[in-house]
């Protein structure tokens, strides 16, 4: 069998492979340097992952290498370490090692010194290029600048976040009639821009609408990639190169960048022993608050909504969402998914169903029923709804009473109603007619009449838990409450719900103030 003559060619970045040729140079030297088969890699040279460098070993491994040519020694790696076992490596299976610009032959004793001594040379020159890196990134956070990369719909200039204005696409819907004379190639460009068209922060923000609309990562996903017509591609997941395309996580990570909201945040990512990047926790995270408010994506409120959303859907999994043919996103009782323990054995428990002829119902048991556990008596999840309403219509008239200090359930108003309410009554107080005066009026009683018909008000994620459950002293509100509403609702004021032998045994709500657990409220 012939052994090969085989050149390793490697860039750090697509960019440097297309923008500068940096890629093709090293592979028509290779050629010139007698190497047959070039293999290619577009990744960090501190990685021992990379694809073609894996197969490189794998060959040398197979005894089907003679000579591997690469043009400089921080192509195969820039690691000491691993340098050395590469080389351990090609002595043992007799391959000879070619560096052209070092003129280095591994198979000579002056070759094997200059090759470990430039290994430490490359090895030193990445250590002073982390710290260069380090110490400007330290200036950066000093000097509070936006971060090179930004998130899809944003843009830095002069070390700011602005929204990103560039025109992106024009959908379908929003072509004009003469759309085909546009088809020629001696349009005006100017004349371009006065298209209908969408720039990059709508497209982002639409995104963000869609995903409040449905509620669900996978959900928003599918229905972006229909309006939008994505098809499957390969982009990096923080948007830098506006590609528009998801995954599941990436979504998740963008819409939950502080960014958005017209923050600078530093410090998610650390580095691990092996080199690869992982993310801190959020608490970890080094936010500076307000930096671009009248450049952001999300509006007030809207992150902390998303945070909800999303820690209530890891909770409840994915069986908490419907089918694509249902009307809401949520299916029924899917609140009470992760709320429901066991009052014996403290463990939460699971949802099963029964389906027959003659009946269908769902219902919560302890999982360890019969294996430890006593609790052998199941209860249905709507006699679990029941029992919470109850409770939280309890639980509300003794609120008011706490409140008004009287035996009297007075319907609670919020404090932001009390003042709209003084505003109206203000200017009810002047005589005659005056449009703008009366405009006013009008813009007032349209945000009363949204505060108090409370749980359809987009304001209710700025709401105290002990504002929720004292509006809710009418049946009806619960009553009325969809599927996704109960989810958006029940989630943020009930913290678990105990059951024993077939009842609701206690219900725990979150503390009306702090939103801390409060004590048990027994439900008979």
Not at 131 to 144: A, L, M, N, S
Not at 245 to 254: A, E, N, P, Q, V
Not at 317 to 333: D, L, M, S
């Amino acid at each position: 069998m012939e052994l090969l003559d085989i050149g390793y060619a490697r860039v750090s970045s697509r960019e440097q492979a297309e923008d500068t040729n940096a890629l093709e140079q090293q592979i028509a030297r290779l050629k010139d340097a007698g190497a047959k088969h070039i293999l290619t890699d577009v990744e960090k040279g501190k990685k021992d992952d990379r694809t073609q460098y894996q197969e490189l070993m794998r060959l040398v491994e197979a005894g089907k290498i003679r000579t591997v040519i690469i043009t400089r020694i921080d192509r195969i790696t820039r690691s000491l370490p691993t340098l050395r076992k590469i080389v351990d490596i090609l002595q043992k299976h007799d391959v000879n090692l070619v560096i052209l610009d070092q003129k280095m032959d591994l198979s000579t004793p002056q070759g094997k010194l200059m090759l470990n001594m430039l290994g430490v040379l490359a090895e030193w020159e990445v250590d002073l290029l982390s710290e260069r890196i380090k110490r400007g990134k330290e200036h950066q956070r000093k000097q509070i600048w936006a971060n090179g990369s930004c998130p899809f719909g944003l843009v830095v200039i002069d070390h700011q976040y602005f929204l990103d204005l560039t025109p992106f696409l024009c959908l379908l819907t929003d072509r004009p009639e003469n759309y085909r004379d546009f088809y020629s190639d001696t349009i005006n460009e100017k004349e371009i821009q006065h298209l209908p068209h969408r720039t990059i922060a709508e497209v982002a923000r639409d995104c963000i609408e869609i995903f409040l609309e449905v509620r669900g990562i996978t959900s928003a996903i599918k229905k972006i990639f229909d309006k939008y017509g994505v098809c499957k591609t390969k982009a990096k997941s923080n948007g830098t190169d506006k590609v528009l395309h998801w995954t599941k996580r990436g979504l998740s990570l963008w819409l939950q960048n502080p960014v958005l909201d017209g923050h600078t945040c530093y410090g998610r990512d650390e580095r691990t022993a092996d080199g690869k990047r992982k993310s801190k926790p959020r608490e970890e995270w080094q936010i500076t608050y307000n930096t671009h408010p009248e450049q952001r994506l999300l509006r007030d409120g809207e992150a902390e909504e998303i945070q909800r959303i999303i820690a209530a859907n890891i909770k409840m999994c994915g069986g908490a969402f419907g089918t694509k043919h249902r009307k809401e996103e949520y299916r029924p009782y899917a609140y009470q998914i992760g709320l429901v323990y066991c009052g014996e054995c403290g463990s939460r428990c699971i949802h099963k169903g029964v389906y027959t002829a003659s009946k269908q119902y769902r219902y919560y048991a302890c999982r360890h029923s019969g294996v430890g556990c006593n609790n052998s008596k199941n209860v249905k999840q709507t006699d679990i709804e029941e029992a919470m309403i109850t409770a939280l219509l309890e639980k509300s008239h003794h609120l008011s009473q706490d409140h008004h200090k009287t035996t009297d359930v007075v319907p609670f108003k919020t404090e932001r109603l009390q003042k709209l309410e003084a505003q109206l009554a203000f200017l009810e107080q002047f005589p005659g007619f005056n449009p703008s005066a009366e405009d006013l009026k009008a813009e007032l009683q349209r945000q009363i009449e949204e505060e108090t018909n409370f749980f359809q008000s987009k304001q209710l994620e700025d709401k105290t838990v002990e504002e929720i459950i004292q509006v809710g002293n009418n049946l009806g509100i619960w009553r009325s409450l969809s599927n996704n509403e109960k989810v958006q609702i029940y989630r943020r004021i009930v913290h678990r719900i105990f059951i024993r032998d077939g009842q609701i045994e206690s219900i725990i709500f979150q503390n009306t103030s702090s939103g801390k657990v409060e004590n048990h409220d027994e439900c008979a």
